[in-house]
């Protein structure tokens, strides 16, 4: 079901997230609406807000 709902939000060029971020349960999903390069930019910047990886670690961005 949702490879379905999702396949149709990336059809209508949406997002699977909404302004709080994404979390682990749409992991999957996010290549859907986030290109690679703006997943690498997200990561990077996460990194340089978070070098030590303390804040809310193991989530997305």
Do not use: T
Request: proline share 7%; no cysteine.
């Amino acid at each position: 079901m949702e490879s379905i709902v999702y396949g149709i939000i990336r059809d209508f060029g949406g997002s699977v997230s909404a302004e709080h971020g994404i979390g682990l349960h749409k992991r999957p999903w996010l290549s859907y609406s986030r290109s690679p390069a703006e997943m690498a930019l997200l990561r990077r910047m996460r990194e340089m807000l978070d070098p030590r990886g303390i804040l809310n670690p193991g989530k997305v961005f």
